[in-house]
């Protein structure tokens, strides 16, 4: 669409209606001065704080609720209902999760490494799920510094593996921002590329056709020369690829997060690097043969926090037909 651009958001929040520290303005406040276009406030089981939030301009808060139980913190989105969660046991949450849907709402998996009992309970992702079509997206990055964190490394490889058997699932980041203080780790954002100006509905929309970008900072895309990018789904074949990669949004970050990027490296099926690419520019080009049923997602690796040849942003993939 003509108008669509990428908008800078953090998709998971909480304030002091479950266990953050931020009133609902100071959230929005603190998101404001962090260059965030847009938030999903997903306060535990609970969705008071929204009702607070939800005419805010800037940003522009989409509506959430994280399900926090024992056997994993889920991300409900914009559901129409409120729906029990009290009684998911780990071989029901694929019916949960129709409930959801059904009700025109979103499911994604919090932190799904993260550490479990005792650490935090239910932290750690156990539900059986049966049908990851019905997941929407994946914190492949969740918490401060997110490339050091070893959780997060297998939460891209299982990812990775749901898009090697077919399943089309949004990367995202989830801060899982309570309060400002005590957080001392440089954070990331999730980019979703929605029509302007940007609307709960054109986040949502982002999220459910994968038009996600993870970083932490750089706007870093790719997209095909006739304009088809991450989410969209493509014949085999021959094509020119466009990366961007543009150091200038989320100001704050910089300061609070230096990055150098070095190289982009395109993966597929079985998290295959198919192409290496140093960065020399903010606008660069690849002629590829893109093979049938197969993902492609572009990375962006560099210098950053002191450290060499680190994973700066991830972009959703691109599909390519069967
Ligand atoms: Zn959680
Ligand atoms: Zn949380």
Not at 10 to 25: A, I, K, N, Q
Not at 158 to 184: E, M, V
Not at 214 to 223: D, M, N, R, W, Y
Not at 285 to 295: E, F, N, S, V
Request: some cysteine.
């Amino acid at each position: 669409m003509a108008n669509e651009r990428w908008f800078a958001c953090e998709l998971h929040c909480h304030t002091v209606h479950s266990d953050g520290d931020f009133t609902v303005p100071a959230l929005l406040e603190a998101a404001r001065a962090r260059y965030l276009d847009g938030i999903a406030l997903t306060d535990h089981n609970t969705f008071s704080g929204y009702m607070e939030a939800k005419t805010s301009v800037l940003p522009v808060v989409l509506g959430g609720i994280e399900w926090t139980t024992y056997f994993g913190h889920m991300l409900v989105l914009d559901c129409a209902r409120y729906i029990d969660w009290r009684d998911a046991k780990p071989d029901t949450i694929d019916e949960k999760m129709r409930l959801v849907h059904e009700n025109g709402g979103l499911c994604g998996i919090a932190h799904p490494f993260q550490l479990g009992t005792p650490i935090c309970t239910g932290g750690h992702w156990d539900y059986h799920v049966r049908d990851w079509s019905l997941v929407n997206h994946l914190e492949i990055w969740s918490e401060g510094a997110p490339y050091l964190n070893t959780p997060n490394r297998r939460a891209i490889r299982l990812w990775a593996s749901l898009l090697d058997q077919g399943y089309r699932i949004a990367p995202t980041f989830g801060r899982d921002w309570h309060r400002t203080k005590n957080n001392p780790l440089p954070s990331a954002c999730t980019y979703l590329r929605c029509p302007a100006p940007l609307t709960p509905a054109g986040m949502k929309h982002a999220i459910a056709s994968g038009r996600t970008v993870v970083s932490v900072g750089p706007l870093f895309t790719f997209e095909t020369a006739d304009g088809k990018t991450s989410g969209d789904c493509i014949p085999a074949g021959d094509v020119q690829l466009v990366f961007r990669t543009d150091t200038t949004r989320l100001s704050d970050m910089q300061t609070e997060n230096t990055f150098v990027p070095r190289e982009i490296r395109l993966y597929t099926n079985g998290l295959r690097e198919v192409l290496r690419l140093p960065v020399s520019g903010e606008t660069q080009t690849a002629q590829i043969t893109l093979d049938a049923a197969r993902w492609y997602s572009s990375c962006l690796w560099g210098d950053t926090d002191g450290r060499q040849d680190t994973l700066l942003a991830v972009c959703a993939p691109l599909y390519i037909n069967a």
